[in-house]
């Protein structure tokens, strides 16, 4: 082989670059498409679509590389050695089932990336070179150590770039299509890049050779549009096929996900429909409704304004205009009415509706709840009857729940306190008390009595503004539908009471000091002849505890004998003793 003359000048038709680039822009879109499908599969459906994928890319990079080769012309003719372009393809596939699988996995960190990079890079790197040992021309092939050097860097640094592309929007529901068409553009201008760099690498000088040509094709213009076109039409159906199976996971997420909500709603205690925006349609209802309204879910579905026939008719008003709100699009909350049941009876509704837009901002759907509160409002009618009823009493009245929390005060207790309603409602019964009083005392009777027990007890309570005070507490447990929730407390200031109780034990005791001192008998009877006192003189007397006299019958017990000017006192047999006093004269 003898080299003649200097290297061959070759040109490029930019035509087949432009075609080469498309191909290259083609098989990223499908690579950043596929990430997100090979990594949603499991077991077989992923090993099938990483197969599929890495022979589609493969396919793809390859003819953006061999596309590349075509548009490069010499002034010789250039045929091919078919094995030798066969095994550039299989490179071609096994890097890009390497970069498939590295961009794939669930977890990719700097060493995974970058040791997937140097294996991918390398591959390109290698299929380029290789594609280019199938040329058979009068020439030889030199190049350039550096500039090959700064192609395998590329190639080693936009496959970098790749898989993090890839990773990053290898999700369905990360990366809107623009932004996967901004990154695929990116990376196959990155692709082409690379390649024409390899391609500067090479010069091929004229030399006189006797050229083997066996198993070697030449590529004629249709040939090469050919390749254009199959690559891509090979790269659509990926990317068609992919996008079906995404729809098609996305409708079977969705069912699976619609059943599972209806699984969930039917046990729910509320009402959820879902309507057209003038209500002429309802999408759906769970199976509430046929609890709280007493109707069929078809006989709704079949009449979608069947719902409305069991409104109060003094109601109806108020619904209307609710309805006519959702209709405009505002939301309406905690909208209350009544129903009326096929069996006569009536039910308290609380309705909620929400609107919902599409994506020009036009009304689409309406989202409704309705909440059966009449339990509530049975609740509510009977803290007002219960609050009539306590609020002129003289005693003072609280009731709390079982978080110790006050639900009803009336006017005695709010006085006494000097507090106001809307202060001491919804507070907590410590917030008003001492705590460790209530700790000690009132939480410990207060669980008793939610035990379903009638406490009583006495307290002696310092109050900021009162001072010290004697209380009498009661405790009344109140049953609720699932047992006792409330107690009722009755508290009476017996203050002054005990004040005044102990002055007048004071001034008995007082009295008694004087009468025990006296030495004649001094007594005193009620109206019936019942001793009610009688000095220390009268006991030792009659021969008798003082204690043992009070209550007595005096006639009994002293059975006194009235003579012409004595009172002779006979004590009873058991009493061995007899006295007789003078009488005196007023008597």
Known sequence: MIQIGAPLVGSYNYGEVARSILIAFAASYAALDLGGRVTAARGWPRAAWL?????????????????????FHLPVKVAYHWPTVLASLVIGVLASAIALYVATRQKMGPAEAWTGSLIIGGGMAAMHYVGMAAMRMAAVARFDPLVVTLSVVLAILFSRLALMFTFDYRDDFRGT????????????????????????????????????????????????????????????TVILTSSVDRRLAAQAQELQTSERFRQIADNLQIVLSLSSADFSTHLYVNRTYEKIWGRTVESLYADP????????????????????????GEAVDDQEYRIVRPDGSTRWIAGRGYPIVDAQGHLYRIVGSASDITERKHAEERQREYEKAVEGLEEMIVVVDREYRYLLANRAFLKYRNLERETLLGRLVPDFLDREVFDRITKPKLDESFQGRVVHYELRYKY?????????????????????????????????????????????????????VAEVILLALDLEGRITMINRKGCATLGWEDRELLGRDWIDTCL?????????????PSRRRSLVYREPDSY
């Open 51 to 71: 197969t599929g994928g890495a022979i589609a890319m493969g396919i793809g990079i390859w003819a953006m590389h061999f596309k590349g080769m075509l548009a």
């Open 177 to 236: 299509t623009l932004a996967r068409l901004i990154s695929a553009a990116g990376m196959g201008a990155a692709i082409s890049l690379m390649h024409y760099t390899a391609m500067a690498a090479g010069s091929f000088i004229p030399a006189a050779m006797l050229l083997n040509l066996s198993h070697t094709v030449s590529i004629s213009p249709l040939g090469s549009y050919g390749i254009s076109i199959v690559t891509l039409l090979v790269l659509g």
């Open 305 to 328: 304004n069947s719902w409305l026939e069991a409104i109060h008719p003094n109601d109806r008003g108020r619904v209307s205009d609710f309805l006519q709100r959702l209709t405009r």
């Open 464 to 516: 900021p503004h009162l001072g010290e005070r004697d209380l009498n507490v009661s405790y009344f447990p109140i049953e609720g539908p699932h047992g006792v929730d409330r107690v009722a407390c009755v508290l009476q200031d017996v203050t002054e009471r005990k004040r005044a109780h102990a002055a007048i034990r004071q001034e008995q005791e007082q009295a008694q000091r004087y009468l025990d």
């Open 560 to 572: 006194p004998v009235r003579t012409k000017d004595k009172l002779r006192i006979i004590p009873q």
